[in-house]
């Protein structure tokens, strides 16, 4: 299939791309490199997909992609209401991974208006888009943080999330709404991701799994909030991306012959683990104690979070296997050879 990956430089976005290249899809990625984090680890990941960075740059809203004819990368925002539809007119796309977001819960604190720029705006962009140029259909990310206050544990997909408390989560909850109600309008398959706690090599340097192994490295204290008790279903990044894929190739006529048109899976790796136990992990990964400063809770954060996959199990085969032992140690040796250079 040729498939359209926003957030191709994102830290999920470039193991997906990847992943469909192995499997033998063509790709084309889109991403706006935006500077919330290290854009050199963004241009990094695409190098590791064959874009170099010089390449990279040149490349923007008018511009053709490149001549790989299996991946090829071009730099522009979601929210551009010109570029986008004029991309999906000329590559002709067949499925679109809608990974690309403003992310961040802490984040949204700060500067909302990112948020409705990227998140809402750009989403709706994307939804037209599918909806005008016959996508059959658009697979997107949403987010564990859409639970909010809920209480029940593990989370289900049935439950109410009504209750989200930050922006971030707000806006990821609005997606949702906006792909059923694209769904039921416009009759194309749309299949929202709820992720959890995503982290292993190439992550995001703004996720505890990255600040944690930094400042443990560097000597430095890591703040531990809600002075450790919390729980996260922490997913190894290879088990996410398996899923992604397999929701991505996998038959959804039967969905459509149904008229199921809206489906919403958890994503993660079925199970809590304690935020002090992941701590450890990491130091036993690293041989050395971290320095610890117990703080509060975060405004916007919550205590815990556990997935129920079983739909997505069900349905796709779904088995996420990597223990927590593994997929620490995994992004460890990453972390300790790429910054070595």
Request: net charge negative; charged share 25%; hydrophobic share 40%.
């Amino acid at each position: 299939m040729k498939i359209l990956v926003t957030g191709a430089a994102g830290f999920i976005g470039f193991f997906v791309s990847k992943k469909l290249l192995d499997k033998g899809h063509t790709v084309v990625g889109i991403d706006n490199i935006n500077d919330y984090y290290d854009v050199q680890l963004k241009y990094d990941r695409l190098a590791q997909l064959g874009i170099d960075r010089n390449k990279a740059e040149a490349y923007n809203s008018g511009a053709n992609s490149s001549s790989e004819p299996e991946f090829s990368f071009i730099r522009l925002n979601l929210e551009d209401r010109e570029a986008l539809p004029s991309l999906f007119k000329s590559e002709k796309f067949d499925v679109v991974c809608n990974l690309a977001a403003q992310a961040g819960v802490r984040y949204s604190l700060e500067n909302p208006e990112a948020y409705i720029d990227s998140n809402i705006v750009g989403f709706l962009n994307i939804l037209e888009c599918c909806r005008h140029y016959k996508i059959k259909h658009l697979v997107y990310a949403s987010s564990s943080s859409v639970y909010g206050l809920n209480t029940k544990i593990p989370f289900e997909t049935t439950d109410n999330v009504d209750h989200p408390i930050s922006l971030y989560a707000a806006t990821k909850k609005s997606n949702e709404l906006m792909a059923h109600t694209y769904s039921h309008l416009h009759k194309f398959p749309t299949t929202g991701l709820r992720f959890f706690t995503v982290y292993g090599p190439w992550g995001r340097p703004d996720m505890a799994m990255f600040l944690f192994t930094d400042a443990i490295v560097k000597g430095e204290a890591i703040k531990v909030f809600n002075q450790g008790k919390m729980e996260r279903d922490f997913t190894f990044i290879d088990d996410i991306t398996e899923g992604v894929v397999r929701v991505i190739e996998g038959s959804i006529e039967n969905r459509i012959a149904l008229n199921k048109l809206y489906k919403v899976y958890n994503i993660g790796n079925n199970s809590a683990v304690k935020l002090l136990d992941f701590i450890a992990a990491i130091e036993k990964s690293l041989g050395k104690v971290a320095l610890k400063e117990m703080l509060p809770m975060q405004p916007g954060d919550v205590t815990r979070t556990w997935a129920n996959v079983d739909d997505l199990i069900e349905d796709y085969n779904y088995s996420p296997s990597t223990p927590i032992e593994k997929g620490v140690q995994n992004f460890v040796n990453w972390y300790l050879n790429f910054y070595s250079k």
